[in-house]
């Protein structure tokens, strides 16, 4: 029973979360983007301490159910241990696991590395170990195209028949590095639940080490009666996380993700999940007791390193056109996304969920390439650029990274300047009509103005107290494949 209920949570929660990363309607955004609020990281970077509340409490009353039901990458580990659990010989199959020491020098590696880099604010290489951002990278890498591809099929059916229940959405592909990443970190974590279960979780994943250290004081647990076992190790073979010694009748709670597979297999009804203890249970090994107090030090860490990191606010602007074919210019500074209202800011929060990356309607935010913020957001504006009503990146982002924020705030907030170069303008260089930019800008930030030159040829300029960096000139603008008007990005955002 425990256990069926579990994996419906678990299958609800993950469909869901996966519909964030694949929806381009917003429609799962709007009804069930507290799922992507509630996870862990994101969490504890934005200081949503209603979300830490209850995911304190869940964790010491219930154990690491998290990791087994709300963990869209736990829940994937799942998926492909049963994916495994149904392939080859039936010997092989079934009763594949047995019970394994803990190794705390690996956990509180990874996890000093994570508190490392949180700490520091290289929040871009933390990420690359932070399980719901690796799952959104899996995800939007892999899955969106083709399901992108998948409703254009629909669209083009449906327009066959006269109907318009579909419409055709860019289906955009990530290349270089993004795929490398986002492929690498595919490989290990199925290799990981393919071969050894919840390997990855209880070793690599900091979540999961931060969480076992809580849950072994929780108050429900799987719990062994020797009185009742008979030592037949089922309940040991049969669990993906190994951590059940039945020679000695105990559990490590601290690798336990409380899936509840032990509790089906016993014929003896000998291990229930209960607040009971039973006199043979002795203290934890003194390698489980380090390991708990080590994680305890880097819990703490990430806190203190969370909580220098200050919530934040602000934006741009845009509007529609057709696409033109452009290559990304030289930037003074980077762009970054509406609401993350500083580098710092972004560098220090963001996960590199890709989330706001892969809910962005307009194709203006692409993962970064630069080493101190690899995968994180930035704005470049060869595909499109920002609407001034869509705030969708603000409202989906879970870690503060991107703090929610309205459009008439949006409209009035600095994230760049525009900056005309006059050598490739076609109004300012072979005294073409133009104008393109001013028409189009939607602050009127531009305006044309008499050539020094020749006064019977009007030049675009910059208002530089009206720009807001939305980049619609940049856009616009018809010279390929550089603009002649580039937006450079302002390390903290203005208001106007």
Known sequence: ML???RIALASVSFVLITAL??????VAQEHFGWLAKIQFIPALLSLNFLALVFLSILTLL???VYCSVICPLGVMQDIINRIRGSVGKKSKRKNRFRFKKALPVVRFVFLALFVVCVAFGFMSMAALIEPYSEFGRIVSTFFAPVYDWANNMLADAAQARDSYMFYHVPVQFMFGPAMIVAGITFLIVALFAWLDGRGYCNSVCPVGTILGYASKFSIFKPVINPAVCNGCSKCSRNCKSSCIDYKQHKIDYSRCVACMDCLGVCAKDAIKYTY???????SPSRAAVDGGRRTFIALSGIMAGAALAKAEEKVTDGGFAAIIPKEKPVRKYRISPPGSRSHSNLERKCTSCQLCIASCPNEVLRPSMELETFMQPEVSYERG???PECVRCSEVCP????VRIESPEKSSTQIGQAVVNHENCLAASQGVKCGKCSVKCPVQAIVMVASPSNDSVLIPAVNESLCIGCGACEH???VSPQSAIVVHGHEVHRLV
């Open 3 to 5: 256990k069926s209920l």
């Open 21 to 26: 990363f694949l929806d381009f309607t917003g």
């Open 62 to 64: 219930l154990g690491r």
């Open 276 to 282: 009971k203890r039973y006199d043979s249970e002795t």
């Open 385 to 387: 650029y920002c609407r």
């Open 399 to 402: 870690s503060g990274a991107i």
């Open 476 to 478: 616009l603008c018809p």
